[in-house]
Structure formats: C-alpha cells, structure tokens
C-alpha cells in the first residue's frame, strides 16, 4: 500500500509570497533616477516581483517536503537577477547619447545594482516572513513581515547628497568679460554676448559646501557632480540643444584655491530656486565616491591653526 504523506501547510508560503511581493511594489514608485515609468516598465518589475516572492516564500516548504532538488533550483533561479542589472545598465547606456544632460557611468551603474537589489531584497523578505509564520504563527510571523518591510526600505534608501553638503543659492555674474561664476567658483567662459545675457537674466547658480570630510570626498568626484548636475537639470530643466556647450549646466570645483566647495550653474527652464536646491540635496551619493581616502588639505591645515589659538 502507498504511505501517505502528511498535508502540507501552505500557510507560511501564502503569506511570505505577499510579504515579498509588497515589499517590492511599496518600492515600485514611478520616477526618473530609479523607478519605471512607462507601463511596460511595470509590468516586467511586477513579473519580477512575484518570481522573486516566490522563490523566497517556497525554499522553505520545499526543505520542510524534503524536495531538496526543487529547493536547489529555486536557488539557481535567483541568481538570474543578475541579468537584471545587466539589461539596465544597457537599456540607460543606450540612452546616454539622448539625453541633453547625462547621468553619467556612475549613477547609471548605481541605479542597475538598485534594480538589481530589490529583487533579492523581495526574495528575503519573503523567506523571513515565511519562516516567521512556520516557527511562530502566522500573526507573528506577520508581525516579522512588517518588521522586514521597514528594514528593507530603510537598507535601500541610502546616503543623499543633502546629508554631506550644504546647498546655498549663489549670484550668477561674469568676471573678466566672459567667465561665468557661480558665487566664487568658475563655471567657464561664455564668448557670445547674447549667451552672456541669457545667463545673467535666467541663469540660476548653487554653491556646495561640504559639511565634513565625507562630502568634501562626494564633491571631489567626478561622476557624483555629473548626477548632481543630471538632477538639478532634470528639476528645473535646462535652455539647452545640441551643439550649444555656453548653454550647458555645470558643477564644478572651486579652483585654483582647492577650498572643497563647488559651484553649479543651469539655464533652466523653470526657474525655481527652491526646487533646484531640493533636487540636488536629495540626488543619491554614489559608491564610487562614499570612502574615498581624499583629505582636503587646506581646510585640515585652517581646522587644526584654529585648534591651536
């Protein structure tokens, strides 16, 4: 006679699939760095978002029905995420050229690894909760779930450039007949009168002073300017065509004075201070700047002489 095998509690796989699948449309907000916003855009992150749930949700159920072969090849299944960022990263490359104002290597390389994170993210909150449900019970585990929610978002929310820098407004002028200055660092020279003009008529300008170390370190590099000018420019929009470089945003350094500070300039076309100030604060940092060993030696050299009076 065939021996029977005990029912299977489908309860902890139930609510560790929602668990995961909320956690990755509670991070499904449309937007223009990190976030679809096309309905074919939601519709493969959905899909993506319940493959993830569920193979976070049934590793557990298959061990506990020693389907130890199935629970494998839910394991080799999660690891075709990568692709995942690899097809972002292509997808905004491809883009780069179209777009007047680049993000730049960087924070396109940042953003595919958040694609790519949320996935897996997804599939752990999904096997916690399930778990939870299985040893506690489900309002516990319930209860578990929530809690993996928060985590989840906060681990995902990262460092903005807000948290390093102080954003001050800053007065667009020319020096010298054509450079063009935002506050006390310069932008570049403008040699068309016109262009010069339009610059002093609408040009909004930005200075960013590093708090401490850390954002001296952010402002310091390259590709973290270049999402910080790729977002104010993507606020306010810029007065911008091809072929037109006098017309075209900035952030650069205070030089030749290595002070730490930086200056942006934009034309925009909607000229509100405000909303480029908020952009800029709450462009993410970068991993490619977050650790750098740079020290500024000019302001170490005023910290340390003020120590000592």
Same mark, same amino acid.
């Given at each position: 006679?065939?021996?029977?095998?005990?029912?299977?509690?489908?309860?902890?796989?139930?609510?560790?699939?929602?668990?995961?699948?909320?956690?990755?449309?509670?991070?499904?907000?449309?937007?223009?760095?990190?976030?679809?916003?096309?309905?074919?855009?939601?519709?493969?992150?959905?899909?993506?978002?319940?493959?993830?749930?569920?193979?976070?949700?049934?590793?557990?159920?298959?061990?506990?029905?020693?389907?130890?072969?199935?629970?494998?090849?839910?394991?080799?299944?999660?690891?075709?995420?990568?692709?995942?960022?690899?097809?972002?990263?292509?997808?905004?490359?491809?883009?780069?050229?179209?777009?007047?104002?680049?993000?730049? =290597? %960087?924070?396109?390389?940042?953003? @595919?690894?958040?694609?790519? &994170?949320?996935?897996? $993210? #997804?599939?752990? !909150?999904?096997?916690?909760?399930? =778990? %939870?449900?299985?040893?506690?019970? @489900?309002?516990?585990?319930? &209860?578990?779930?929530? $809690? #993996?929610?928060? !985590?989840?978002?906060?681990?995902?929310? %990262?460092?903005?450039?807000?948290?390093?820098?102080?954003?001050?407004?800053?007065?667009?002028?020319?020096?010298?007949?054509?450079?063009?200055?935002?506050?006390?660092?310069?932008?570049?020279?403008?040699?068309?009168?016109?262009?010069?003009?339009?610059?002093?008529?609408?040009?909004?300008?930005?200075?960013?002073?590093?708090?401490?170390?850390?954002?001296?370190?952010?402002?310091?590099?390259?590709?973290?300017?270049?999402?910080?000018?790729?977002?104010?420019?993507?606020?306010?929009?810029?007065?911008?065509?091809?072929?037109?470089?006098?017309?075209?945003?900035?952030?650069?350094?205070?030089?030749?004075?290595?002070?730490?500070?930086?200056?942006?300039?934009?034309?925009?076309?909607?000229?509100?201070?405000?909303?480029?100030?908020?952009?800029?604060?709450?462009?993410?940092?970068?991993?490619?700047?977050?650790?750098?060993?740079?020290?500024?030696?000019?302001?170490?050299?005023?910290?340390?002489?003020?120590?000592?009076?």
């Amino acid at each position: 006679m065939p021996s029977s095998s005990a029912p299977i509690d489908w309860t902890p796989m139930i609510i560790g699939f929602i668990a995961g699948l909320v956690s990755r449309l509670w991070s499904l907000r449309s937007g223009r760095d990190h976030f679809p916003g096309y309905p074919s855009g939601y519709v493969s992150q959905v899909a993506l978002a319940t493959i993830a749930a569920m193979i976070g949700s049934s590793i557990l159920t298959a061990l506990e029905g020693k389907e130890f072969t199935a629970a494998t090849f839910l394991t080799l299944a999660a690891t075709q995420f990568r692709d995942v960022r690899n097809t972002e990263r292509r997808t905004l490359e491809s883009e780069e050229n179209l777009i007047l104002v680049p993000r730049g =290597a %960087g924070y396109i390389e940042g953003i @595919a690894v958040t694609y790519e &994170a949320r996935n897996y $993210l #997804a599939m752990l !909150v999904a096997l916690v909760t399930s =778990a %939870g449900v299985q040893l506690f019970g @489900a309002l516990i585990g319930i &209860a578990i779930g929530i $809690l #993996a929610l928060i !985590v989840s978002e906060i681990m995902m929310s %990262g460092p903005t450039v807000g948290e390093v820098i102080d954003v001050r407004p800053a007065k667009i002028h020319f020096e010298k007949g054509s450079l063009l200055y935002a506050g006390a660092v310069m932008l570049m020279e403008v040699g068309l009168p016109h262009t010069r003009q339009r610059w002093l008529d609408d040009g909004l300008g930005v200075e960013l002073l590093p708090k401490n170390r850390r954002g001296q370190v952010v402002l310091w590099n390259v590709a973290q300017r270049a999402a910080i000018t790729h977002s104010a420019a993507a606020a306010v929009g810029v007065q911008k065509d091809v072929g037109y470089p006098d017309q075209m945003p900035l952030c650069r350094m205070e030089l030749p004075t290595p002070s730490g500070n930086a200056g942006l300039g934009i034309l925009p076309i909607d000229r509100d201070m405000d909303r480029l100030i908020e952009a800029i604060r709450h462009t993410p940092v970068l991993e490619s700047g977050k650790w750098s060993p740079m020290r500024n030696t000019v302001k170490h050299r005023e910290k340390s002489s003020e120590s000592q009076i």
